[in-house]
């Protein structure tokens, strides 16, 4: 399955302060894996998510708007697109970006850029990634490791991965969201 996605994660927030702030609502709960695109929210540990699933939904869940949010504690934002082999991860607190890593695997293996102070742990995931695709056979074989450099760090951070966590029925309920309309 392809996934192309954006989501963003906040820390120690009430769902309706940051959902208002996103200009969502919440209009249904799931208590059940879903494996449908789509909008939604989620509670991981002490970490809420909110997730664009999908070329439909995507588009709800903007990067600017998590930097906006950051007003208010650090806020992870990820945009992945397993098509393009392209992924942006990005650290936001007090309304601006902290770092960032991005990459781009359209055209085969190549090096994930990185701006501002990208933690450590990030770089030495990237190293274990690079010995993984070095043994597959470089940047030729048919698999790109440093691909999962994004998804495998957001996991370590905030318990949530794009292509698992919501489909795993461990962090119920599920809220389906949708942009609030205007009046």
Not at 6 to 32: H, I, P
Not at 101 to 110: E, I, L, N
Not at 146 to 168: C, K, N, Q, W
Request: hydrophobic share 45%; charged share 25%.
């Amino acid at each position: 399955m392809r996934f192309r996605c954006r989501w963003l994660a906040t820390r120690n927030r009430e769902r309706d302060d940051v959902l208002g702030r996103l200009r969502l609502k919440v209009v249904g709960e799931l208590v059940e894996e879903v494996y449908d695109n789509g909008l939604y929210a989620l509670e991981v540990d002490d970490w809420l998510v909110v997730i664009g699933d999908g070329f439909d939904h995507m588009d709800k869940v903007k990067r600017a708007a998590a930097a906006a949010l950051s007003d208010g504690g650090e806020v992870v934002y990820l945009f992945t697109d397993d098509a393009a082999m392209a992924f942006e991860l990005v650290m936001f607190g007090g309304g601006s970006e902290l770092w960032s890593v991005a990459y781009d695997g359209r055209d085969g293996v190549t090096a994930p850029t990185f701006e501002g102070a990208v933690p450590w742990r990030v770089r030495t995931l990237l190293a274990q990634l690079q010995k993984a695709q070095a043994k597959a056979g470089g940047p030729k074989a048919e698999v790109d490791h440093i691909y999962a450099l994004a998804p495998t760090y957001a996991m370590e951070v905030v318990g949530f991965r794009h292509d698992e966590t919501v489909a795993s029925g461990e962090h119920v309920p599920i809220w389906q969201i949708a942009p609030k309309t205007s009046r």
